[in-house]
């Protein structure tokens, strides 16, 4: 559908860069300086946000331009015509100040790697100009450590402001970065479409729904295990409410590579990576990537059930795989335990306290049905008098507490 676009060299390009590459695809500098950088088969990992619809720049190693630490390369990209149309037609431009583009020109850097695919990161003291217009790169990230040089989190960078949208023209993109021991830098430019965390979860749900039954023989296969153990667990407790949002999910999802039963709900967890993309679990902390999230049948099926109540937050897992609503140990000792005659207390002030019986024990009632003496008077016991306090009499005492 859309024409790659390689590298355009300049003609006087002649020098090349002298290079060997260890065990893990790592190059090495050896001699030599080159004044254009090197396409390389270095693959970048999946951005979940971002379709790519064409490479506008393959993969490019970065090469030193001198024997000083900052070093200066450019690259070369044109926009085929619908390409440019793409691009122009698919922005909001409403808001003059910042044109929004749903359609983008994306810039990424990466390690050079040629063993697995890469991460997102950017050289030391990276500067980007396109068209001779600098280029806005994410914020460093700030550090306490001294001697170390804040890093970029690792992002791709959109260009698109600063791209000519004719198929005329030639965009160039100068990088001046500095080198890093033992490491290459490597760059590339994409053509890509920026989703939505509506369209990902829809792409989610549309994958398909892990069946109700693999959850429930993984519930089995939990409980049996620790039956094996000294204490067996014979029921297993899970909550309904979302670690992330606090509130009763609607997606329960988890990611394929976690070993927990705990789900979190899936738009909530997208809407949090657009924001802020860390893709790490909210109950284990480990790697949850998009590729691996799965919606879980087993508990989308508990939470659509009529029998769960709009306030039940937590349910138990039994043996043989069922559910129950948890009922919480408070609750447990209200049922289980019988209800006590409680004591009535009267505050008098800060050290006066009046115990008196309830109304059974007030009428000499017994809980059998029997009669007992009463073993409290109605006298009030001052704590605060004085012995010499003791001697008034009683009418006085308490025209006192008064």
């Given at each position: ?183 290459g830098h490597v760059a590339s430019i994409y053509l890509v479409k920026k989703l939505t965390s509506q369209t990902l979860l829809q792409r989610l749900i549309t994958k398909g729904i892990k069946a109700a039954e693999v959850t429930r023989s ?9 039956a094996d153990c000294e204490i067996a667990t014979t029921m297993l407790k899970v909550s309904l409410i979302c670690p992330l949002g606090k509130m009763r999910m609607a997606s329960p999802c988890r990611a394929s590579t976690c070993s927990h ?142």
């Amino acid at each position: 559908m859309y024409q790659n676009n390689l590298i355009s060299f300049p003609s006087d390009a002649t020098n090349r860069v002298m290079s060997q590459t260890n065990n893990n695809g790592i190059m090495n500098y050896v001699s030599g300086f080159a004044s254009t950088p090197q396409e390389v088969d270095v693959k970048l990992k999946k951005l979940a946000f971002f379709d790519i619809h064409a490479t506008l720049v393959n993969p490019s190693l970065l090469v030193p331009t001198s024997s000083q630490r900052l070093h200066e390369n450019t690259l070369y990209f044109t926009l085929t015509s619908g390409q440019a149309t793409e691009l122009a037609s698919n922005r909001d431009i409403r808001n003059a100040s910042r044109v929004e583009y749903t359609m983008q020109v994306q810039l990424r850097f990466c390690l050079m790697d040629t063993a697995n695919e890469q991460d997102d990161y950017f050289p030391p003291n990276i500067s980007v100009k396109v068209n001779g217009k600098q280029c806005q790169l994410p914020n460093p990230i700030p550090t306490n450590k001294p001697g170390v040089e804040p890093k970029r989190p690792p992002r791709p960078v959109n260009i698109t402001g600063n791209v000519k949208l004719s198929p005329l023209v030639t965009n160039t993109v100068q990088i001046s970065w500095c080198t890093e021991f033992n490491r290459g830098h490597v760059a590339s430019i994409y053509l890509v479409k920026k989703l939505t965390s509506q369209t990902l979860l829809q792409r989610l749900i549309t994958k398909g729904i892990k069946a109700a039954e693999v959850t429930r023989s993984l519930i089995k296969e939990k409980l049996k295990e620790d039956a094996d153990c000294e204490i067996a667990t014979t029921m297993l407790k899970v909550s309904l409410i979302c670690p992330l949002g606090k509130m009763r999910m609607a997606s329960p999802c988890r990611a394929s590579t976690c070993s927990h039963l705990q789900c979190f709900d899936a738009f909530l967890y997208l809407q949090m990576n657009e924001r802020k993309p860390t893709w790490n679990c909210p109950v284990c902390d480990k790697q949850a990537i998009y590729d691996n999230l799965v919606i879980d049948g087993y508990f989308q099926d508990v939470i659509a059930s009529k029998t769960l109540g709009s306030d039940t937050n937590e349910i138990q897992l039994h043996e043989d795989g069922s559910w129950s609503v948890h009922v919480s140990k408070g609750d447990a000792q209200i049922l289980d335990t019988p209800i006590k005659s409680m004591q009535k207390v009267e505050i008098i002030d800060d050290l006066e306290v009046v115990p008196t019986k309830s109304a059974n024990s007030e009428s000499g009632v017994n809980n059998h049905g029997g009669t007992e003496p009463s073993s409290t008077t109605g006298e009030t016991v001052d704590l605060t008098l004085s012995d010499s306090d003791e001697d008034l009499p009683l009418k006085r005492k308490q025209n006192s507490n008064r």
